[in-house]
């Protein structure tokens, strides 16, 4: 399937890649689908690309690689949405904000992590309720304390 | 948008299976109890507009061209034994 995006132009794409967001994400309630496109930095950064509108697509990480003890804290119930009840079976991205004029200053929402069933291809925004999960962590010191042992 | 005038222990009832009762009022704060079904998510509304801005703010970003420079840094005083 030919889809246009923000960053790669018109691509191809398998359409068994596409993740479904039932409920959007917060703010773009009203697009569902996106797909995750590894970025040409070949940093393990992705971009969420939303296949509904081309100028939209998150940058993300996987928090499994860069944020391993990053454990976001959601009701099992809630999980329901995404046909699992359990959080270990979803995989968890992270939305980064850079801001253009100083991207050394780069956050990390902790707060708002995405939940994806990789089997279903089901994805949605949920709420961590954990304090300590702010929703502006600087992206790079926290990566720092979450390599140390 | 529907105003309901409500006492404490009144409730509304939304779609047949959300009830919001007010539990308790005392000055400017209300207390409000949320029955609904488990799957549905609750949220402080505060929060969740905080989210929405920053999804917005987040959905502008670039990715620096000087990423691993960036990345590598930060990441001098690491010490991890599985770097890649």
Known sequence: MRVNTKRFGEINIETDKIIDFPEGIFAFEQF????????????????????????????????????????????????SLLGVNDISKTECWLILTIPSNEPGHMTVNLQGPLLINPEKKAGAQFISVDETHTIRAPFLEYMQTQGQT | MLILARKTNESIIINDNIEILIVDVKGDQVKV???APRDVRVYRGEIY????????EASKSELPKDIQNLLKKKGQNKKSPDDK
Do not use: M, S
């Open chain 1, 32 to 79: 569902h689908r996106y797909i995750l496109l590894a970025t040409k930095e070949d940093t393990e950064f992705y971009w969420l690309q939303c296949i509904d509108d081309p100028g939209l697509a998150f940058l993300v990480v996987n928090a499994a690689i860069h944020l391993p003890r990053y454990k976001p804290q959601i009701d099992n119930e809630y999980l």
């Open chain 2, 49 to 56: 507009a905080e989210i929405q801005k920053e999804n917005i």
């Open chain 2, 33 to 35: 109890g949320i029955k």
